[in-house]
């Protein structure tokens, strides 16, 4: 069985079902639907403006939403239900669900005053109670992943905007999410260390993860993404396969977009 049809068959992990996200009269997500199953790589990509970081951060309940849900392995993300009704999550049970989803962002947020290590085993150790060795112990294995094992007593100043941000995917990771959600994650970087993180990125894509990631790297997505998904004033006008979006758009405004990025 190729890797295609797995995927297919997979179950869905995450479930979007017409997100409506609104900042007082600026309709942000005009009805947003979108299923990923697990092991998926999605790519979305999209003008600026478009509403692809409002979907992310709904996503993990860093926004909410007006109208819609969006569950994630079965549970809407800031809710619990009750005898068939819907709570707001108290903070333990948003500190449970938020567990299984890793966030990486376009500015790293490395706390500065902590070392590699430290701030890879912050969440594991300090949040979720694990003990410190066997953090530290994983967060070795997820440095030698990202290539930086012999980093872990620096302080993140005394590293490159690429190895940083390699350093920001392995804290991510430290919590063993199911889903790793990716906020343009090279776009702060110079253009030479963009390289470093998407090869990182694409090993994860491979390794089986359910990753969806915002990019406006085009090489990126033809290579990892099992499909891409085309973004523009809050709603999905595209998706498909790398190769149908990015080579043959159906879409002017996709091909437009791609026309300026490419
Ligand atoms: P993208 O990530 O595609 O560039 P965003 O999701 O960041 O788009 O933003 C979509 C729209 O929502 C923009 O018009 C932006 O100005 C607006 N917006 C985003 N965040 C906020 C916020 N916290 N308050 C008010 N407006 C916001
Ligand atoms: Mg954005």
Do not use: W
């Amino acid at each position: 069985m190729n890797i295609i049809q797995t995927i297919s068959s997979a179950p869905v992990l995450v479930q979007a079902r017409d997100v409506h996200k609104s900042y007082g009269a600026n309709e942000v997500l005009k009805g947003i639907d979108l299923d990923v199953r697990i092991g998926e790589t999605v790519v979305i990509l999209g003008p600026s403006g478009s509403g692809k970081s409002t979907l992310l951060r709904c996503i993990n309940h860093l926004e909410s939403m007006q109208k819609g849900s969006i569950l994630v392995g079965g549970e809407q993300v800031g809710y619990v239900k009750r005898d068939g009704k819907l709570y707001y999550a108290n903070a333990a049970q948003l500190a449970r669900q938020r567990h299984g989803i890793g966030m990486v962002f376009q500015q790293f947020n490395l706390y500065p005053h902590m070392t590699v290590m430290q701030n890879i085993i912050e969440a594991p150790v300090g949040v979720y109670k694990e003990k410190r060795a066997s953090a530290e112990d994983y967060a070795r294995m997820l440095l030698k992943r990202v290539g930086l094992l012999e980093k872990a007593s620096a302080y993140p100043r005394q590293l490159s905007g690429g190895q940083q941000q390699r350093v920001a995917i392995a804290r991510a990771l430290a919590i063993k999410p199911k889903l790793m959600l990716f906020d343009e994650p090279t776009s702060a970087l110079d253009p030479e260390l963009v390289g470093e993180v998407l090869a990182t990125m694409r090993d994860l894509a491979s390794s089986g993860l359910t990753m969806i990631v915002v990019t406006h790297e085009i090489s990126f997505a033809r290579e990892a993404a099992d499909r891409v998904i085309f973004m523009d004033g809050g709603r999905i006008v595209e998706e498909g396969p790398p190769d149908q979006v990015l080579v043959n758009p159906k879409h002017p405004r996709t091909r437009a977009f791609l026309n300026r990025v490419i």
